[in-house]
Each structure stands twice: as structure tokens, then as C-alpha cells.
């Protein structure tokens, strides 16, 4: 734990990660580099608010998906090849099960777009109740972490399931089951699992989020949201006439917090501390408490939709291990290795993988 306790700058945040935001302009690799990154001052603007608009549903990556009618074969193009790159984890179940046949499957699942829909208002993002029974469902047969960039309390008032593992804030605060579960590590074993590498940031981002939360008042529509060892800043229900002087502001506060990040979601900001952490470490974390390290017989599955779990992806690939799964409606740049469109194929993938289990 302590040894990921240093402030040093993540191999691949910012910059030359899969998705970059904002495009990379400088190699950085120390934090001055990083901070001024953030600080480039009008160019850099440009690039940020490209990136706040590609986030946008009203603002496609790529070229739409091809209706009966009227597209061209350029875009039904692209969108095949995509699908075959990244093919629905639905459709492939099969290839899903049989590469997990035998081994030991693990559960990791993001929160916001994957199991609950993107909704304007951040606390609502509820999720059903068929949605809580297929995860329900699936945590009685496997290990089942949710991971999300939401503070670790906030996201279990959302799910309410005691008998999975945790891991908020981006995976900087990672808990293990509060209820015994069908767990492979014994009930006390599991309970005890705690990893927080980010505590000394607590008070920055305490004063930081202070700090927003001034600055943003001006700004209609705009939310603070303190996920304890992150922070969000919500433009979803800003106009987007405003969105650069909304970045701008984010921009003007961190210049004094050169050991924070700032990087994109969809339709937020999101601050975080400059430490080599990130989703993908947690799901390494969480295969180590469980004892699955150094196992050829472990079958990790990642369901996400943000870039923040494109680190999650990364490692599933680099360990040659496991499905990444991206959820999205469009093509999107990905590690991942298959796709599921939306919430409800998420339910329908966790459903079908219980009843594979069962049969
Ligand atoms: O890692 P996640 O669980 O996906 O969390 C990432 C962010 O999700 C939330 O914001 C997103 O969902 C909101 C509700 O649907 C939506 O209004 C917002 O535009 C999305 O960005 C959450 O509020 C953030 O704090 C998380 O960082």
C-alpha cells in the first residue's frame, strides 16, 4: 500500500493515454509538467472546450450509427469495423463463457452508464431493481467489485448490495464485503480489505472543493460534486456558450494545487490527486486481496463506459487475461474487447451469465 502512496504522475494520465484529454501538447513527466499542462493558458482553452463538447451526446466522436434509410456506406463502414473489433458481449456470450469456462470469473463493475443510465441530475442516477437483482445475482456466484469515480459511500447508497467490494473515488478508496457474501476469501478476510493511497489529499481536496463551489455559484447550472478523494464539476446543465469560462475558472483554481489532476468524464471535470492510481490499479488491488494475483486460472470481466475505465481495460489486456467490455451506443476509441449499448444489455449480459452458471 504505502509503496503507491507517492506523489508521482501516472504513466499514462493526461498524457498519451487511449483517450487523452485534452490532447496531448507536452511530454510531461513530473507534476510541474502536468500542472502546467493544465496551465497553457488560451491554446490549451480550445483543446479543453473541444474536449467538453466531443463529450457530449449532442456532439458525436464518430460517424452515427446507419439507420434504413439514407447514410452513406462510409458510415456503415466504420461502424461495422468497429463492431467487429469490439462485437456485443451479448452476442458473443458464447466466446465470453467458453474462454471463462474453468476458471475463476471476478467481477468488476462501473456505476454511472453502466448500471444506472446518465440522467442530468447526478443524484439521481439510481438503478433499478432488476438491475440490483441481476448484480445481486451475480456477486452469489463471483467475486463482484463496483468501481466507480463516485465516493465510495455515495455509490453503496446507490447499489445497497453489502456483500460486494467497493472501490469510489476512481479506486482510491476500495473496501471490502460489509455482509459475508459467497466470497473466496473467508468473511473476515474479506470485511478487512482496505486500500486508500490518496488520504493525505483529503484536506486538499477539501479546500479545493470550497474553493469550486464559490467559483461555480456564478454559474448557472454548474454542481460540485465531492467524491472524498476526487472532485467533479458538473456542465451537463451549464449553457454550453458558457462552458469555456466554466473551465476556465476550474483551470484558475488548481493553478495552486499543482498535485492535482484534472481530467474528463462525460460532461464533467474531474479532479483527482497526481498519484500512479486509477481503476486499472484498483481491479489489480482487488485480484491481489482475493489471491488472484499470479493466477492463469482467473477470468476478471470490466463492464464500463468512460474513459477513466479505459485503465481497467488496459490492464485486463496487458495481463493477457479476461473481457473488457465498453459500454456505448457509438464507436468509441477502446481497449476494451467487446461492447454492450447501454444499461439494459449490461442487466441482460449479468443475467445470462448467472443462468450459465446455474445450467
Ligand atoms: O466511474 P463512474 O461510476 O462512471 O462515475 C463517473 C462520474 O459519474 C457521475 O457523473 C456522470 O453521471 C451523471 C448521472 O447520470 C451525469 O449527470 C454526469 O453528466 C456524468 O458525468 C458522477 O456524478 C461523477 O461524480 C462521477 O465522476
Not at 491554446?43 to 466522436?61: E, F, N, Q, T
Not at 455515495?154 to 472501490?167: D, G
Not at 477513466?308 to 490492464?315: I, M, P, S
Request: overall charge negative; aromatic content about 8%; some cysteine.
Amino acid at each position: 500500500m504505502t509503496k503507491h502512496g507517492a506523489v508521482v504522475v501516472p504513466e499514462d494520465a493526461a498524457v498519451g493515454r487511449h483517450f487523452s484529454f485534452p490532447p496531448p501538447r507536452t511530454g510531461g513527466d513530473s507534476c510541474k509538467k502536468l500542472a502546467g499542462q493544465v496551465d497553457l493558458g488560451a491554446a490549451m482553452m480550445g483543446s479543453w472546450l473541444d474536449s467538453m463538447k466531443a463529450s457530449s451526446p449532442r456532439h458525436r466522436l464518430v460517424a452515427p450509427r446507419v439507420a434504413a434509410t439514407g447514410s452513406s456506406d462510409a458510415d456503415e463502414t466504420e461502424d461495422d469495423v468497429w463492431m467487429e473489433k469490439h462485437p456485443s458481449a451479448l452476442g458473443s456470450f458464447g466466446a465470453v463463457a467458453a474462454a471463462a469456462s474453468g476458471k475463476q470469473v471476478v467481477m468488476f463493475l462501473d456505476y454511472d452508464g453502466t448500471l444506472s443510465p446518465i440522467v442530468e441530475d447526478p443524484d439521481r442516477a439510481v438503478m433499478t431493481e432488476e438491475m440490483r437483482d441481476a448484480v445481486r445475482g451475480v456477486a452469489e456466484h463471483f467475486p463482484t467489485a463496483i468501481v466507480s469515480g463516485r465516493g465510495r459511500d455515495k455509490v453503496f447508497n446507490f447499489v445497497r448490495l453489502e456483500e460486494l467490494y467497493y472501490a469510489g473515488s476512481h479506486g482510491m478508496d476500495i473496501k471490502g464485503p460489509t455482509a459475508d457474501s459467497n466470497h473466496h476469501l473467508t468473511p473476515s478476510k474479506a470485511k478487512s480489505v482496505l486500500c486508500q493511497p490518496a488520504s493525505e489529499f483529503l484536506p486538499m481536496i477539501g479546500e479545493v472543493h470550497d474553493a469550486l463551489v464559490a467559483k461555480m455559484a456564478s454559474i448557472p447550472g454548474a454542481k460540485v460534486e465531492n467524491n472524498k478523494f476526487c472532485l467533479s464539476v458538473h456542465f451537463r446543465c451549464v449553457e454550453e456558450k458558457t462552458w469555456g469560462a466554466l473551465a476556465e475558472q476550474v483551470r484558475a483554481v488548481l493553478r495552486d494545487y499543482p498535485r492535482l489532476l484534472l481530467t474528463q468524464g462525460r460532461m464533467v471535470l474531474e479532479i483527482r490527486p497526481v498519484i500512479k492510481w486509477d481503476k486499472g490499479r484498483a481491479l489489480e488491488f482487488l485480484l491481489g486481496a482475493l489471491g488472484f494475483a499470479d493466477r492463469d486460472d482467473v477470468f476478471p470481466i470490466y463492464i464500463g463506459d468512460d474513459r477513466t475505465d479505459e485503465d481497467a481495460f488496459k490492464v485486463l489486456r496487458g495481463r493477457g487475461q479476461g473481457a473488457g467490455i465498453l459500454v456505448s451506443k457509438f464507436p468509441k476509441d477502446t481497449l476494451a474487447s467487446f461492447s454492450l449499448r447501454d444499461p439494459d444489455e449490461v442487466k441482460g449480459f449479468l443475467r445470462q451469465l448467472v443462468r450459465s452458471s446455474n445450467s
